[in-house]
């Protein structure tokens, strides 16, 4: 099982981006999807997740601006982000609780990355 997150780029402020990651392998079912990010010289932080019955939460500094969803057919989830501000800019990372094939309890995985810079 793998996550591949894309989407990731140069915006000016303002602007407005959309990430993609895409899971693939041996999955069984998924449950939770989510994104963190973690910028320059700072901890990894929550930004949404959303849970495999489409419900949302959001941290705050992007509540408005941003919006999570998932299309559980294509096993892949979305972060639509409006209003980017510089203090956006940073790796944004997917995850997803996958309950693998012949597996009985969920594992969480996680995307390579991808890089979010938003200029002023």
């Known amino acids: 099982v793998q996550l591949q997150a894309s989407g990731g780029g140069l915006v000016q402020a303002g602007g407005s981006l959309r990430l993609s990651c895409v899971a693939s392998?041996?999955?069984?079912?998924?449950?939770?999807m989510g994104w963190y990010r973690q910028a320059p010289g700072k901890q990894r932080e929550l930004v949404a997740t959303?849970?495999?019955?489409?419900?949302?939460n959001y941290a705050d500094s992007v509540k408005g601006r941003f919006a999570i969803s998932r299309d559980n057919a294509k096993n892949t989830v979305y972060l639509q982000m409006n209003s980017l501000k510089p203090e956006d800019t940073a790796v944004y990372y997917c995850n997803a609780e996958i309950v693998p094939v012949l597996l009985l309890r969920s594992k969480l995985y996680w995307g390579q990355g991808t890089l979010v810079t938003v200029s002023s």
């Open positions: 959303i849970a495999s019955r489409g419900s949302t």
């Open positions: 392998g041996s999955i069984g079912s998924i449950n939770a």
